[in-house]
């Protein structure tokens, strides 16, 4: 069974500053897919990065973009020029090679302070 | 495009009654998962279908069930609700198949209270 690990119950940061959220996760496969969504107030989960695993390259999309250390199972997510509407639940996911049973971290409550 | 859609967005229901949640998913997707998110145990995956059949299911007892219509569109049902059934249900479609690492969009959810 896959594990997905989010230490950081909850962070904080400026607008305008940069924040790095940590994702761990544990699995026997070599090939899967790994997501960040968010959530915010609304509970509207809303994708926000997807990382292939075989794909060396680190995703980025726009002011998002991820640290994948494939070796260290270890999937970070950095939010640059923080605004107010970043405030969120932001959940670390992993997706099997097939099918959709994605396994979710417990979650990342940010703040964005103005 | 219009995105997932889930109803009821809230409901409230007794102890022992049984409820249906729809979801019709993005057109043109044809799988769709069901997820619980309760405070205490996150985001757990119920079930996928997929051209109407249960493709994966999770740790949940029997009394949730799914199934998935010809037009992609499926149904949830939690018979003899329980107090611990309260929760938000999440139902996510993508475009599946046979390949796989699909992104699943999800809807805004549906409110279960049970009381």
């Known amino acids: 069974a896959q594990t997905v690990t989010q230490s950081q119950p909850e962070m904080s940061v400026q607008e305008a500053e940069t924040v790095t959220l940590s994702c761990t996760y544990d699995?026997?496969?070599?090939?899967?897919?790994l997501f960040w969504y968010k959530q915010p107030p609304s509970r509207q989960m809303i994708l926000v990065i997807r990382q292939e695993a075989y794909k060396q390259q680190n995703a980025t999309e726009n002011r998002f973009s991820v640290n994948f250390q494939k070796a260290a199972k270890s999937f970070s997510l950095k939010i640059s020029d923080s605004q107010l509407g970043d405030t969120a639940m932001y959940f670390c996911a992993f997706g099997p090679p097939t099918g959709n049973q994605f396994y979710f971290g417990t979650g990342t409550s940010l703040t964005v302070i103005p | 495009k219009a995105g997932v859609t889930q109803t009821p967005r809230y409901l409230i229901k007794t102890r022992g009654q049984q409820v249906t949640l729809s979801c019709s998913p993005i057109s043109g997707h044809r799988s769709v998962s069901w997820y619980q998110q309760t405070p205490g145990q996150g985001l757990q995956f119920l079930f996928e279908y997929f051209s109407e059949t249960q493709r994966n299911k999770g740790n949940f007892p029997g009394r949730f069930s799914g199934r998935q219509f010809s037009n992609s569109r499926s149904e949830m049902n939690v018979s003899t609700l329980e107090l611990g059934d309260s929760a938000l249900y999440l139902c996510?479609?993508?475009?599946?198949?046979?390949?796989?690492?699909?992104?699943?969009?999800f809807g805004e959810g549906s409110w279960l209270t049970v009381v």
């Open positions: 996510a479609s993508s475009l599946a198949g046979s390949h796989s690492g699909n992104t699943i969009y």
């Open positions: 699995t026997s496969e070599s090939n899967y897919y």
